[in-house]
Structure formats: structure tokens, C-alpha cells
């Protein structure tokens, strides 16, 4: 299973790192990982993933250049650094994840994908003065 952390409430401009810490999943294999965001009232969006063992990435472009995703590779755990954060980052933080073969390209498609095996719970990020 899958356990998020390190949210919290903070002022725009400011920064937050979120982690996801993956638990009984075989380290025999690779996985891509992804943080969704849900604001209230709307959908989940995928904002990024990595493939936690070679460390490729994608991001969605609402996050690009702001957020930084990156992977301990000797345990499934993956932090998101988020920072230059607006209002619009508000929103529950969802990590999901999926065993991913190494040659499977990753590509947008994935923040798209909303059928991951596995699902964490959700961290609350709030945005405010």
C-alpha cells in the first residue's frame, strides 16, 4: 500500500514537499509512480509520475518548472517538491502507482491513466494568505 505525507497549509510563494512511501512492494521490479491532485468539487488530475527505478519523469504543464519529482530507488518511495506555489495547487494529493516494464516509454498518457493498482490515501495542500 501506499502512504502520503507532508502536506499542509502555506502561503503562496512558498514550498512543500510531499512524500510517498510504498510498502510490501517487491523491489524486484520497476514502477511508475504518480501524484493526482483533486481540488474541490473537481476531478482528479494526474501532475506527475516517474518511473521510480531509472528516474524518468513526466510532468503536466501546470507544474512544469515549479515541482520536482525524484525516487529512492531502494525502496518505493518517491518525494514531490513543490515550490513557487499558487492557490490553484490547493487540493488533496494523491499518490498512485503500477508496475512498469523499463522499455514502456512514459509519456503523458500516464497522467491520464486513472486505473492504477495501487492508491494511497491523499494529503491535504492548501494554498492561502
Known sequence: HLVES???L???GGSLKLSCAGYEFPL???YVVCWFRQAPGEKRNGIVC???????TVYADSVKG???ISADKTSVTVHLRMES????DT???YCAADPMNLLTPLTE????YSTYTYWGQGTQVTVSP
Open 85 to 88: 506555489l499558487k492557490p490553484e
Open 109 to 112: 498518457a500516464h497522467l491520464k
Open 28 to 30: 524486484d521490479r520497476n
Open 6 to 8: 507532508g502536506g499542509g
Open 50 to 56: 516517474i518511473s521510480h527505478y531509472d528516474g524518468r
Open 66 to 68: 515549479r515541482f520536482t
Open 91 to 93: 487540493g488533496r494529493y
Open 10 to 12: 502555506v502561503q503562496p
